[in-house]
């Protein structure tokens, strides 16, 4: 990830590009009931893409008509869940490939479903179940962070291993190639990501805790059941 301008087959950079539409609409109907909801959260907003994209922006070169770097979506994701970190990375994506020739306009959509989509889900899913069980904030984000990065390079070892298999054990064999190659580099940045996402949630926690708190950031499992069990009395209480 990304994966160059050009180097997918059109049938597949068609076919990723379908598969990533229906996740990137539903993400600017979230973004928009979002701000207009929540006009303060335009600041947190801004600071997540910016996150991502210069997070994303550092590359380093890896398997052929790819490369290597940090994702950044996991803060996103935990702050305003996966549907709306699917537009901010599909942006992140966009100017990357016009500005910074990084990625490209054809393989957009598949750049889009491995780090704006697959990667804010899976990280957004490990730190709910994480908090779930009353799991630090911290290690939360941490792991959230982790997996979402390491995942991000997963699907895109899948994509490529798909588009070119190898000629003797085909899918498979081009997979664990991918892959193999794809983890040398990746695991320590991914390691590099999870500790850079703790220290900003840190600052975070010091300087926008309000906005942290509306957000449900600091609720663990038991802490959040209780407060749907307060809002399903509120909204009894409002009805009687």
Known sequence: MHIAEGFLPPAHAIAWGVASAPFVVHGVRSLTREVRENPESTLLLGASGAFTFVLSALKIPSVTGSCSHPTG??????????PIMAVLGTITLLFQALLLAHGGLTTLGANVFSMAIVGPWAGYAVYR??????????????FAAFVADLST????????ALAFPDPGTG?????GKFGSIFAVT?????????????LVMRLLVQSSKGDLTRLGVFLSGRNRTRAGEKTEDAKTEAVV
């Not at 899918?171 to 997979?175: I, N, R, V």
């Open 171 to 175: 899918f498979l064999g081009a997979l």
């Open 129 to 142: 179940v994480l908090r779930r069980f009353d799991v630090s904030l911290m290690v939360a984000v941490f």
């Open 186 to 198: 990746q695991i320590p940045l991914a390691v590099s990501e999870g500790l850079l996402t703790v």
């Open 73 to 82: 979506t996991g803060l996103g994701a935990i702050l305003f869940r996966p």
């Open 153 to 160: 390079y997963c699907v895109t070892s899948v994509q490529l």
